[in-house]
C-alpha cells in the first residue's frame, strides 16, 4: 500500500512539474552579430598592421607578433556590449562588482565575468491557478496576468535564485489564496478588488527582490458545466423579476398621472369635452367606418349638435 501511494505521489509530482509555469512562454530574441563583427574587424586590422610593420621574420619576431596578437584577442573578447533596457551583472572573482550597461564596456580578462543579463522592461505573465475551490465550496480554475518589471538588477540576481520563477509562483500562490478566501459572487462582480488584494500580497514578496508588481487583471474564470446552467437560470429568474418590478413601477406611474388627469377633467368640463372630441377625431382619421361610443356621449353630442347633424336633417326635411 506504502508502495502504491509512493508511486501516485511521484506521478503527481512528476505531472506538476511537467506543467510550464506561464502560458505564454517568453520569447527569444534575435541574435545580435554586430558585437561579433566589431571583433572581427579588429581581429584583422591587428592582423594586417602585424605583418605591414612588423620586422622580418625571424624565430624571436615571430614569437613577439604571436604574443601581440593573442593580446588583442583576449582583450577583444573582453568587449561586451547590452541594449537600453538591459544591465548586466558582474562579478569579479566570484564576487559581486558592479552592474553595466547599456552600451559597450570592458572587462578585465580573467577576473571578470557577466553572470547574467537582466531585462527592466515590463513583463507581461500569463499564468493561472489550477482547480481551487472557492469560500462556498464552487471548484473554479481562474486564469490571470501579471505585470511587473525588476527596478534593482543586483537584487534579482543576489537575493533570489531565479526571479522570474519567483514571481509567477507567487503570483500563483496569491491566486489561490484569493480564490479559497471569497465566493464566487466576489469574483464575478467585484473582480477588481481580488485584483488589489493578489497585486498588493506579491509585491510585499518581490519589494526585497528589487521587483514591482504593478497590476495583476483575471482574464478568465472557468466553472463547472452544471453550476453554469443554474448561474443561467438564476441570472434569468432575476432579469424577470426585474422586468416585473419595473413594469410594476410603469403601471404605478400611470395610475397617478390617470388619477390627476381625472382630478382635472372632474373640474373643468370643457376640457372633459374636448378630451371626448379628440378622442373621436382620432378615430375618424384612423379611417373607421364604425366608431363605438356610449350612450352618454352620444346623446350629449345630439343635444350639442357637434357634427351639424339635426341642421343636415332639417335640410332634407325642407327639400321634401
Known sequence: MAKILNS??????????????VKNERRRTKPDFTLALLRFIILMITAGLILMFGPSLQPVSVAINCAVFLAVLLLVFCIRKVNEWDRAIVLRWGRFHKVRGPGLFFLVPLADR???????RI?????????????????????????WLVWDPQKAILEVED????????????LRNAISSHDLSTFLERGDLIEKQIQEEVDKKTTEWG???????????????E??????RVAQAEREKKARTLLAEAEIEIAKKLEEAVRIYANN????????????????????????VPNSIAEELKTKDIFGLEALNELKKKEL
Open 8 to 21: 501516485a505521489a511521484n506521478n503527481a509530482r512528476t505531472s506538476t512539474a511537467a506543467q510550464p509555469l
Open 114 to 120: 557577466v553572470t547574467q543579463t537582466v531585462d527592466l
Open 123 to 147: 513583463r507581461v505573465t500569463d499564468f493561472s491557478a489550477q482547480e481551487t475551490l472557492t469560500q462556498d465550496s464552487v471548484t473554479v480554475t481562474v486564469d490571470a496576468i501579471c505585470f
Open 163 to 174: 526571479y522570474e520563477d519567483a514571481v509567477v509562483l507567487s503570483s500563483k500562490t496569491a
Open 211 to 225: 521587483i514591482t508588481v504593478q497590476f495583476v487583471e483575471i482574464t478568465d474564470i472557468q466553472i463547472p458545466g
Open 227 to 232: 453550476l453554469q446552467d443554474s448561474l443561467s
Open 269 to 292: 368640463e370643457p376640457a372633459m369635452k374636448l378630451k371626448i372630441l379628440s378622442i373621436l377625431n382620432e378615430g375618424l382619421k384612423a379611417g373607421n367606418s364604425m366608431m363605438l
